[in-house]
């Protein structure tokens, strides 16, 4: 139908010859049409006049071409916005990582209290034991997560380990008890290791060659981030709050 609205032709009257790089040339006399079969599909077709004497043809063909082009680019735009989009929200796990790491600085000062005081009464044995019951927990999220996310898919498994972190953070806020701090504690670092191990898996995989890098190193940057968040939070509450309980609103923000 090009040929034919260029020349005036049928498709059986032109001499159409097929070269093995891929390239078609057709040959009608005042006209020599080249492209590859990639453009061809994408309807943008590169047109050399050898006699142009419809000069109309030329500039609908390269004004189409343009058109092409700038649709191409507004979808590969509208990809990497939202490629954007969801590592912002994939990598809130890895704040999350950071914050509860860090915030148990800020905590146990608060924790050591005598229960009447609305401490824990943790003794430096216990504190030890909350202190190491998140990095336990990671270390069991981190292997079981990756089965779990070839079993299930990256996203179902994002969104149960954001489940966790919801129980996590509520069940160490509210502790009564040493016992029931260390439980939490764990399950918040199975949390903690299961987004370690996947929120970076899920960005390589959905992110193009030439932005992996960048897009995985986000991740890194939200957990440090988290954990500057962390200790930042701690000293405000702690300096301007005077109830001997803001260890379980440091917590709670997590």
């Known amino acids: 139908d090009v040929l034919q609205a260029i020349t005036g032709k049928s498709v059986a009257q032109l001499d159409v010859d097929i070269y093995p790089s891929g390239f078609y040339t057709h040959r009608t006399g005042n006209y020599s049409l080249e492209t590859t079969e990639p453009e061809a599909?994408?309807?943008?077709?590169?047109?050399?006049?050898?006699?142009?004497?419809?000069?109309?043809?030329?500039?609908?063909?390269?004004?189409?071409?343009?058109?092409?082009?700038?649709?191409?680019?507004?979808?590969?735009?509208?990809a990497d916005r939202l490629i954007t989009k969801i590592v912002v929200v994939v990598t809130m796990g890895a704040l999350a990582f950071g914050y509860d790491t860090g915030v148990i600085a800020g905590a146990l000062p608060f924790m050591q209290l005598p229960v009447a005081k609305g401490g824990l009464g943790l003794t430096p044995l216990t504190e030890g034991l909350v202190t190491s019951a998140l990095v336990l927990g990671a270390a069991f999220g981190s292997l079981i997560c990756g089965m779990m996310a070839d079993r299930f898919g990256r996203r179902d498994s994002l969104m149960a380990l954001s489940v966790v972190f919801v129980i996590g953070a509520i069940g160490t806020a509210q502790a009564p008890s040493v016992a029931v701090m260390v439980a939490m504690r764990a399950v918040l670092g199975f949390a903690v290791g299961g987004a370690s191990a996947l929120v970076p898996m899920f960005i390589s995989e959905m992110a193009p060659s030439g932005r992996r890098g960048r897009l995985v190193s986000q991740n890194e940057m939200m957990i440090v981030t988290g954990q500057l968040v962390a200790y930042t939070l701690n000293a405000g509450l702690a300096h301007f709050s005077e109830s001997p309980s803001i260890w379980r609103t440091m917590l709670m923000i997590a």
């Open 41 to 78: 599909q994408a309807g943008c077709l590169p047109l050399r006049l050898q006699n142009p004497v419809r000069s109309g043809v030329h500039c609908f063909f390269r004004e189409r071409s343009r058109r092409t082009a700038a649709r191409g680019m507004r979808q590969r735009s509208e």
